[in-house]
């Protein structure tokens, strides 16, 4: 059973960066494509970024490229996301998620999900 755990959530303003942790155990991590979500009140859980099992593939939301950056330390069983430029429309929960599969985009796809970090971006 995988176990993922996020952290590095927190309030920032407008403009500023933060790093989200996700770290994972219990399974083989290099066998896992994982993904960074984001769900607000009321909304359904969005895409934001993806990863695949090799490293060598990554995929964004649009409203995050050029902003966000996935990535990932295999030595550390560890997937990042650096969001830099944050705005208040970033402002969500940020759930990570492991896919038995190379890649993956879709919420359904997944198979494993972390407790989620709340990121709140003021104006």
């Known amino acids: 059973q995988v176990q993922l755990v996020e952290s590095g959530g927190g309030l920032v303003q407008a403009g500023d960066s933060l790093r989200l942790s996700c770290a994972s155990s219990?399974?083989?991590?290099?066998?896992?494509?994982m993904g960074w979500f984001r769900q607000t009140p009321g909304n359904e859980r969005m895409f934001v970024a993806a990863i695949s099992w090799s490293g060598d593939l990554t995929d964004y939301e649009d409203s995050v490229k050029g902003r966000f950056t996935i990535f990932m330390d295999n030595t550390k069983n560890t997937v990042y996301l650096q969001m830099n430029s944050l705005q208040p429309e970033d402002s969500a929960v940020y759930y990570c998620?492991?896919?038995?599969?190379?890649?993956?985009?879709?919420?359904?796809?997944?198979?494993?999900w972390g407790q989620g970090t709340q990121v709140t971006v003021s104006s």
């Open positions: 219990g399974g083989t991590f290099s066998r896992y494509a």
């Open positions: 998620a492991a896919a038995k599969k190379p890649i993956a985009q879709w919420d359904v796809e997944y198979d494993y």
